[in-house]
């Protein structure tokens, strides 16, 4: 099982851009679908997008389309989050998952009791 650590979190203006990152540890990455989720305090944890093993078959949440782009790099251990054209309304504590799969489509992984990998959790600010 794969240990993941997210980075690249802080503060940002409205319409500012973030990179978030997640390491992973172990040699089975490539056979992992991976997810991010993000979270703000009294709700629950919500989809943002996830990516099959190969990264050739990707998700998004309505609300974040054509603005964050879920890529990955089998090479270096590590799934990316690009944040674009950030929003307020987007600052929550993101978190990266992962769940071994090899399956092309993964439309059905969105919910979190779908992933039993998880990160620690990067806080993204953004500021209006």
């Known amino acids: 099982q794969v240990q993941l650590v997210e980075s690249g979190g802080g503060l940002v203006q409205a319409g500012g851009s973030l990179r978030l990152s997640c390491a992973a540890s172990g040699r089975t990455f490539s056979s992992y679908a991976m997810g991010w989720f993000r979270q703000v305090p009294g709700k629950e944890r919500e989809f943002v997008a996830n990516i099959n093993w190969s990264g050739g078959s990707t998700n998004y949440a309505d609300s974040v389309k054509g603005r964050l782009t879920i890529s990955r790099d089998n090479a270096k251990n590590t799934v990316y989050l690009q944040m674009n054209s950030l929003k307020p309304e987007d600052t929550a504590v993101y978190y990266c998952?992962?769940?071994?799969?090899?399956?092309?489509?993964?439309?059905?992984?969105?919910?979190?009791?779908?992933?039993?990998?998880w990160g620690q959790g990067t806080q993204v600010t953004v500021s209006s």
């Open positions: 998952a992962g769940r071994m799969s090899t399956a092309v489509v993964i439309t059905w992984l969105k919910w979190p009791g779908d992933y039993d990998t």
